[in-house]
């Protein structure tokens, strides 16, 4: 049954137990606060649908209680079944949206008092919705607030991700960091999140090299001491003309003719262990080399797209020794692919030398034998 002797808003604080309606509120504006502040007020969005239609079968002027039947209710909603509804009421009922004053026979009407005017009204009163504006429109803000302030920690977290991936910094998952964001985080998470990668950054700027494996005291950096240096003049063999000749283009990055393939070869067989025993055969020349380095840089996480950076930013050579020399330090690196892309992509890659590493390795290696 709908709308029987409907009630005017004159007459709506007359009404039972009904709440008073602020007369500055319209109801669609209250639904409105009410449908956004939804999530803080525990309310899905399906439930929002059933008081919508709720709010749009009352009429102007005539009160704010709907008085439309299940039934209709439910043939507006395009026919859900009345098991949902009557369970998207009572969460309205419970949130303190709505108020239900049912009548002796179950149907939905008002009756007016012939002596004093007084009106009962039974069916769905949506007038708390009005009487408790101030308490969505709060829930409404704080959500907002707190909506805007995930956004800008996300913003800040992806940020110093961002820092630490080109700083290369081995014990920062940030794959898993990246995960974690794709949750449904409280600002006091992403908060948290954000202290320990700022913590992680801060520990990093304080040193002058964020921590690499240690090889040796006197060997304990890449690259420590080449930020600032000139370029040297070295001697080098010439193998083809057996005399020697200046060789200026001694850089970090580039490939040496410091010494001969033999000699390389055998600073790789010294040094780089590790990688030569998942060698099949021995290596004889570069192809060699370098096929193996290929063959086994999946193994420790570097992948084909990053070992073509490498090659692009290091040379053939270079790039191959650098990942024999990856599989030697692979147990003392928590996040290897970070790491080595800090290497040939990130700030270090113009101080990253990985002839002159294995140089290093080798003498080291040899005084240890010795």
Request: aromatic content about 4%.
């Amino acid at each position: 049954m709908t709308n029987m002797n409907a009630i005017t808003p004159a007459d709506a604080s007359a009404v039972g137990t009904l709440l008073p309606a602020r007369k500055d509120v319209d109801i669609w504006a209250a639904f409105r606060v009410v449908r956004d502040a939804a999530a803080s007020i525990g309310i899905k969005s399906e439930v929002i649908r059933t008081l919508e239609t709720m709010v749009g079968f009352l009429k102007p002027g005539k009160g704010l209680t709907c008085f439309a039947s299940n039934r209709e209710i439910q043939r507006r909603m395009a026919g859900v079944s009345e098991k949902t509804l009557r369970r998207h009421a009572a969460r309205l009922i419970d949130a303190g949206v709505i108020r239900r004053a049912n009548s002796p026979n179950g149907k939905r009407f008002s009756t007016r008092n012939p002596v004093d005017g007084s009106i009962e009204a039974f069916g769905f009163d949506l007038t708390p919705m009005i009487a408790g504006f101030e308490r969505w429109a709060s829930l409404l803000s704080a959500h907002r607030e707190e909506e805007a302030l995930k956004r800008h920690l996300r913003t800040m977290i992806l940020a110093r991700l961002a820092a630490i991936d080109a700083h290369g910094q081995v014990d920062v998952d940030t794959t898993e960091i990246r995960k974690a964001l794709r949750r449904k985080n409280n600002s006091e998470d992403l908060q948290s999140i954000l202290k320990t990668l700022d913590a992680h950054l801060l520990s990093d700027s304080r040193s002058n090299e964020p921590e690499t494996p240690a090889l040796h005291a006197e060997n304990a950096a890449v690259a420590g001491g080449q930020n600032d240096r000139h370029l040297s003049m070295s001697q080098t063999e010439d193998l083809n003309k057996g005399t020697t000749q200046t060789d200026t283009d001694v850089r970090p990055g580039k490939e040496t003719k410091a010494c001969s393939e033999a000699k390389l070869l055998e600073k790789i067989e010294a040094a780089c262990t590790e990688a030569m025993s998942f060698a099949t055969q021995p290596l004889r020349n570069w192809s060699d080399v370098s096929r193996h380095a290929e063959t086994i840089a999946p193994m420790i996480g570097i992948d084909r797209s990053l070992l073509e950076v490498a090659r692009g930013q290091l040379g053939e050579r270079a790039s191959a020794v650098s990942v024999l020399i990856m599989v030697q330090l692979h147990g003392r690196i928590r996040n290897m692919r970070a790491y080595y892309r800090s290497l040939v992509a990130g700030k270090r890659r113009s101080s990253f030398d990985p002839l002159a590493l294995l140089d290093r390795m080798s003498r080291h290696t040899n005084c240890s034998v010795s």
